[in-house]
């Protein structure tokens, strides 16, 4: 999974509102950075938890180190329309003051789209900055972006390409056009989808999926977050899941415990076979990580799960919690 | 807490379930929370235990979710009440229960329509393309417009119960900050900002500063590829004259949000994330002076699951070591989980003491029946 990570250059990290995408983002950022690549987090959301994830660190619109080779920075609406304004005025202080205004406010929310258009125009030159003697490193290997949950991150993604449709010609086409080259490039970006073995959020995933591959984005792998590390055998299964129960009076009070895992595991199998068969793609599970020692030593587990974990392959052979 | 009134369907001396407390108590409950902790189907367990418990209750969503259909057995969801056929799961159900989707620009549409002063003026108005984003597109309109349809729906006074499932929201109040946003935007102060844009470098309106203002709106306008301010000027000129009567509704709407009878419940799974954005909900809630029904813990990992101690592996045959191991570890991962989970939970208890905490365990499988559902309903009310 981290080798397709690493060859890419820009992944944006999407999926169904509280399946974990801020963990997988970051995941991804230090799976990247052990491989000594500089990395950058950008977060999206307005409320977003990176900076909580990583310890309290507050985020700005300028990239600082949060780790070592990790950087973030997060996209701020005003600071992007401030950008916009000074492009077309290049006068800051007073490109300042526009955006500080109410009314401004609401006359570029009934410009729909603008936002995200300045957030991945933002995100872009980020990609393309360099650095060093001559500019000839760039200054970020990769980018991984916490992108909004499903339902927005498809009007964002397509934004470029609408915004071609309406208007081929003209100061912002080009801008439109190159980040259209920039999201469909299988050399560059990708998208990591992340999801759960469960019925609504797969659903969601293959929704998702159909509109990314209608717009010419490269997929990643999906990921597969928070699957529980115990398996149970088919055997096993079949006895837990018996009625009554196949078991030795020793372990009959433990029918419920073993009842209740089996059907959550023949849930999460039934859910992640589903996902690999409607996208023809293996996926890539990580495990469940204990949520109350969140912060970086999980992350740091997640890191790990992902340097090794191989789409559709279990990571190590009798894996138990 | 206050005493509850008495429902149909109580039966006297039996110990009552919290959730009895919430169907009985309010005639409105409004359900926020973030995404994905289960709104949809925590709406839709309590519209049915309201139900179960006499109520004439109807489940309100803003968004069509597939799953509320597909939960509550019914073909069709939109603007129009549909009855869920609770007579499949129990033919002694003496209450009723409706689904209804809120749709935000249809409610918005009636409004403008209601205030305009001519036919001719609203049409000028609906078909404006400013318009046209702004009921769909700014931030918080949508929600306002369903709290405006919910209004309609409750003065008709059609149900006993309405239980709303609100969008996810990141910020609890997005939707009631909304009528600000409208409002501020339709007040005459504002109105006369968009017909002379140059007023918002009024401080040195000069000529630089309106070059500069024209050269931003070129920008805009050649982004979104209409005249952008001749569109402003059209739909300000438009709404101009029914402004007080849409701000005096937006006042009533405030209002009825802050009635004796309605309650915001806080929808949270037992992670420390989802925990504490609950928490942080709840200030706001405190802060907005709106009324504050309880939480509903999602997700809940039945804790007795883990009543009877680990099994031992070593006590288990031979053939059954291997799974007697396995079960062994389950029983400690849950007992961990549960652990934490009641930790959790004793925060939201200690950030609210004495406020109704119901809990809905955690299934094996998502609710994508009535069957389904009414097992939910079921481990609330038991």
């Not at chain 1, 970051?26 to 990583?54: D, K, S």
């Not at chain 1, 934004?159 to 560059?188: E, V």
């Not at chain 2, 079960?327 to 208890?349: D, G």
Request: one cysteine or more; a positive charge; hydrophobic letters at 50%.
């Amino acid at each position: 999974m981290i080798a397709d990570v690493l060859q890419r250059r820009l992944v944006f990290v999407t999926g169904k509102g509280g399946v974990g995408k801020t963990a997988v983002t970051l995941a991804l950022a230090l799976a990247a950075a052990r491989e000594r690549r500089r990395v950058l987090v950008v977060e999206i959301n307005p409320y977003g938890r990176v900076g909580e994830y990583l310890g309290g660190v507050t985020l700005g619109p300028e990239p600082v180190e949060v780790a070592p080779d990790v950087s973030a920075a997060c996209i701020v609406p005003e600071i992007v329309l401030e950008d916009f304004a000074i492009r077309m005025l290049r006068i800051r202080a007073l490109a300042r003051r526009l955006v500080a205004s109410q009314t401004f406010r609401i006359v570029a929310a009934a410009a729909p789209g603008i936002e995200d258009f300045l957030t991945l125009d933002r995100i872009a030159s980020w990609e393309a900055a360099r650095i060093g003697l001559r500019q000839r490193r760039h200054r970020f290997d990769l980018i991984v972006v916490d992108a909004p949950a499903t339902g927005h991150s498809v009007p964002l993604l397509s934004t470029p390409g609408t915004l071609l449709k309406l208007l081929p010609f003209g100061p912002l086409a080009g801008t439109a056009r190159d980040l259209t080259l920039l999201l469909s490039d299988p050399s560059k970006t990708a998208i990591a989808m992340v999801t759960r073995a469960e019925e609504m959020a797969v659903n969601e995933t293959l929704e998702l999926a159909t509109v990314l591959m209608r717009l010419g984005i490269p997929l990643l792998p999906p990921i597969v977050n928070a699957v529980s590390p115990l398996r149970f055998t088919r055997a096993e299964m079949r006895r837990l899941l018996a009625e009554p129960p196949d078991l030795p009076p020793s372990l009959r009070a433990h029918a419920a415990v073993g009842r209740f895992g089996a059907a959550r595991q023949r849930t999460a199998e039934r859910e992640i076979r589903r996902l690999g068969h409607a996208l023809a793609m293996p996926s890539l599970r990580l495990p469940v990580v204990p949520a109350r020692a969140f912060g970086m030593a999980a992350l740091e587990q997640l890191a790990d799960e992902l340097a090794n974990a191989r789409p559709g392959g279990r990571r190590r052979a009798g894996g138990m919690a | 807490m206050t005493a509850s009134r008495p429902s149909s369907g109580q039966v006297a001396g039996a110990p009552r379930a919290p959730i009895a407390d919430l169907v009985d108590r309010y005639r409105l409950l409004l359900c926020v929370g973030s995404g994905g902790v289960g709104k949809t189907t925590a709406a839709a367990a309590l519209g049915l235990g309201a139900a179960r418990h006499g109520r004439h209750a109807a489940v309100l969503t803003i968004d069509p979710a597939r799953r509320l259909k597909d939960s509550l057995g019914i073909a069709k969801l939109d603007g129009e009440p549909h009855r869920v056929p609770l007579e499949r799961l129990d033919a002694t159900v003496t209450g009723s229960l409706d689904a209804m989707l809120l749709d935000a620009k249809r409610t918005f549409d009636a409004i403008i329509r209601r205030y305009a002063p001519s036919d001719a003026a609203a049409e000028r108005v609906l078909a404006n393309r400013i318009y046209q984003t702004i009921s769909t597109a700014l931030a918080g309109s949508q929600e306002y417009m369903a709290m405006e349809r919910l209004h309609a729906i409750a003065s008709e006074a059609r149900y006993d119960l309405l239980v709303v499932d609100t969008p996810p929201t990141q910020h609890a109040l997005d939707f009631l900050e909304a009528p600000e946003r409208l409002t501020a935007l339709l007040s005459s102060r504002a109105a006369a900002i968009l017909q002379n844009p140059s007023s918002i470098l009024s401080r040195d309106s000069s000529r630089l500063a309106q070059a500069a203002l024209a050269a931003v709106l070129r920008g805009l306008e050649l982004f979104t590829g209409f005249e952008l301010l001749r569109e402003v000027a059209e739909f300000v000129a438009g709404i101009e004259g029914f402004s007080s009567g849409f701000q005096s509704r937006a006042a009533e709407v405030a209002a009825f949000l802050r009635e004796r009878d309605t309650a915001f419940l806080l929808v949270t799974t037992p992670e420390p994330a989802r925990v504490g954005e609950s928490l942080a909900f709840h200030r706001e809630l405190a802060r907005a002076g709106l009324p504050f029904g309880g939480f509903l813990v999602n997700r809940v990992l039945p804790a007795h699951l883990v009543d009877a101690p680990a099994p031992d592996p070593d006590r288990a045959g031979e053939g059954d070591a291997a799974l007697a191991r396995k079960l062994a570890a389950l029983h400690r991962r849950f007992a961990a989980v549960a652990e934490a989970e009641r930790a959790e939970i004793a925060r939201l208890a200690q950030a609210a003491p004495g406020a109704p905490l119901v809990e809905i365990p955690l299934q094996t499988e998502e609710p994508t029946s009535l069957r389904s559902l009414a097992h939910i309903t079921d481990a609330l009310v038991s």
